[in-house]
Every structure is written in structure tokens, then in C-alpha cells.
């Protein structure tokens, strides 16, 4: 039997939803060691670039840099009085920085457009679900002789709907 099933539910969880948790943690984990060996580059040097850390030691490199071109750092000699060097040094770091943290983005982006299609296929689903419900209720009250409040309403909901028709409307709306 599945371990969902076997034990309580915490407050307020149901066994199902913990199922479900369980599920997308264990599925991140398969793309977590699914990744290339670039992509994993990419994302430890994107998160340290992130960080505080990486903050300080810009702080320390560059202000050291600048204090003793500077000619502020006894024993030091200057070895970039026009600070060209360092310059060109931010500059490429810059570039690379924003390469990885434009593809760690990508990745980023591609795991969302995943779940963007998995939430609109589920909401599809429902819907499609939730319609038939609904014609059924109306067969039920029919057969019942119970007259909806709202009848027109009722008729609507057990109507399917095309969601490319949705799509269409929207841009129509939109122009």
C-alpha cells in the first residue's frame, strides 16, 4: 500500500494533497540530477553571484584595488593608476555573469512553460468535468421536477467550452 495511505494526514492536509506534495518535490529532484553538468555550472555560479558573499568579495577585491591604485596601501605599488584594468575586468565579469544568469533563466523559464501547460491542461479537465456534472444535475432536477433557480445558468455551465474559442475572444478583446 502507498505510504500516503498508510498513516494520519497532518492537520489541515489531506492525504492526497501530502501525495501530491511528494510528488513535485520527488519530480524536482529528477530534473535536479537530470541536469547537464553546464546547467548545473550555470546555476551554482547564478546563485553565489546572488549572494551576499559575493557582495563582500567584490567589496574587498575592488576596494583594495581602488585603495592601492590609489597609492593608499603602504608597500603596495599602483599597478592600475588609470583603473583601464579594472574596467575591463568588470566588464568581462559582467558579461559572463549575465550570459549564466541568462541561462539559468531559460532553464527557469522552460520549467514554468512546463507547468503553465500541466495547470492549463488540469483546469481543461476540470472544466470538462465540472460541465458534465452539471448536465447531470440538470437530467437529476429535471427527472425530480425540481425547477432551477436559475435555469439559464444552469444551461450555460453544461455547455461545453472550446478553450481555443476563449483564446480567440481574449485577443479580440485585447486588440
Do not use: C
Not at 55 to 74: D, E, K, S, T
Not at 93 to 114: C, G, P, W, Y
Not at 122 to 139: C, M, P, R
Not at 144 to 170: H, K, Y
Amino acid at each position: 500500500m502507498p505510504k500516503s495511505l498508510t498513516y494520519e494526514s497532518r492537520e489541515g492536509l489531506s492525504p492526497i494533497l501530502e501525495r501530491n506534495i511528494r510528488a513535485l518535490v520527488e519530480r524536482r529532484r529528477r530534473e535536479e540530477l537530470a541536469a547537464t553538468a553546464q546547467q548545473k555550472l550555470a546555476d551554482a555560479i547564478t546563485t553565489f553571484a546572488g549572494s551576499m558573499p559575493f557582495v563582500y568579495l567584490h567589496l574587498a577585491l575592488f576596494g583594495f584595488w581602488i585603495l592601492a591604485n590609489l597609492h593608499w596601501v603602504p608597500g603596495v605599488p599602483a599597478w592600475d593608476e588609470s583603473f583601464v584594468v579594472l574596467a575591463m575586468v568588470a566588464s568581462v565579469e559582467a558579461i559572463f555573469l549575465s550570459t549564466f544568469v541568462l541561462i539559468s533563466q531559460n532553464r527557469m523559464v522552460a520549467e514554468a512553460d512546463k507547468r503553465a501547460d500541466l495547470d492549463l491542461q488540469i483546469s481543461l479537465l476540470t472544466e470538462h468535468e465540472l460541465t458534465k456534472v452539471a448536465a447531470v444535475l440538470d437530467q437529476i432536477a429535471a427527472r425530480l421536477g425540481i425547477e432551477p433557480e436559475s435555469e439559464t445558468e444552469l444551461r450555460e455551465a453544461a455547455r461545453d467550452i472550446a478553450p481555443e474559442r476563449v483564446l480567440d475572444e481574449i485577443e479580440a478583446t485585447e486588440r
